[in-house]
């Protein structure tokens, strides 16, 4: 999947960037995206990689469908499965994910739940290879929260060998479910500095992700995790830093680091256009 999209992005060269793939290898095919949370990069992404795939995208949200006004997720999975071949959905519960798979009788997409954040996960590992690493055998330090990002990385990790030192106030720590689903490959300290010490990758995100109440307690907690110029000199001289954005800069990374010469958050979300089109044509059978 990650060559696909490393391919297809290397075919994409000039302008203007919004131009259809020429191959159009899902002409026909319509996805529903389902939005119950904000978004910029998931929305903007997966609507172009559909469109630029031969695809249809269809946006859906709380505020202007039915799902605002009480229909269930079981109904609205059989309505859209009538129309549309796969489906998108960001949510805050990851059951409401599951109930949506369930009732669909089309591929559905996790676009973020409180759980996970696999798609976006999918764009890093891509970034971090054209950075020329090789995913087996590096070193990744996470800082700050326990959060989605830090599941989906973990998971990642257990599949594509690769070690994550996460560093994370006790309180805001990873559940052991979430560190047991790196297959041995995932270890929580406290220290930012251990997390560190040796990196390849240091990536961060958002202390208060969305629908997170902002608790003063919790960024008390966090700021010995902050990602600034000193914490990064730590890591190896070669290492590069990763952030899914938004970003709250000052907080969980300074503009020193996001701005720096070792980041790679740009890279990292256009990479979600082509890691999204790579994940689409799976859904559809046509790469492994
Ligand atoms: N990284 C990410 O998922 O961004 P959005 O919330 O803007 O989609
Ligand atoms: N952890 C963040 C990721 C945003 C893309 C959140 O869930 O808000």
Excluded at 237 to 263: I, N
Aim: hydrophobic share 45%; proline share 5%.
């Amino acid at each position: 999947m990650l060559a696909d999209a490393i391919d297809r992005k290397a075919a994409r060269v000039g302008w203007p960037k919004a131009k259809l793939d020429a191959d159009a290898p899902l002409s026909g095919y319509a996805l529903a995206m389902v939005f119950e949370k904000n978004s910029t990069r998931t929305r903007v992404s997966f609507d172009l990689a559909i469109t630029q795939l031969g695809g249809v995208p269809i946006v859906l949200d709380t505020a202007t469908s039915q799902l605002g006004r009480g229909e269930s997720i079981a109904d609205t999975a059989r309505v859209l499965s009538g129309y549309c071949d796969a489906i998108m959905v960001r949510t805050d519960d990851h059951a409401k994910l599951l109930e949506m798979a369930h009732y669909a009788s089309v591929p559905v997409i996790n676009g973020l739940t409180d759980d996970s954040h696999p798609c976006q996960m999918m764009a890093d590992l891509q970034t971090i290879v054209e950075s020329g690493k090789s995913l087996p055998g590096l070193k990744v330090a996470w800082l700050g929260d326990g959060n989605n990002m830090l599941a989906s990385l973990i998971e990642a990790a257990g599949l594509m060998h690769f070690d994550v030192v996460a560093a994370c106030p006790q309180s805001f720590a990873p559940s052991d479910a979430v560190v047991a689903a790196g297959q041995g490959r995932a270890r929580v300290v406290n220290d930012a500095a251990e997390a560190v010490a040796g990196a390849d990758i240091v990536i961060t995100d958002t202390w208060i992700s969305m629908g997170q109440a902002h608790a003063e307690a919790k960024m008390a907690a966090m700021w010995p995790y902050q990602v600034n110029e000193a914490l990064m000199a730590q890591a190896k001289p070669d290492a590069k830093f990763l952030h899914c954005l938004p970003a709250h800069r000052g907080e969980e990374a300074t503009d020193a680091v996001l701005d720096g010469p070792q980041s790679l958050i740009w890279p990292e979300a256009e990479n979600r256009l082509h890691a999204q089109k790579a994940v689409l044509r799976w859904c559809f059978g046509q790469i492994g």
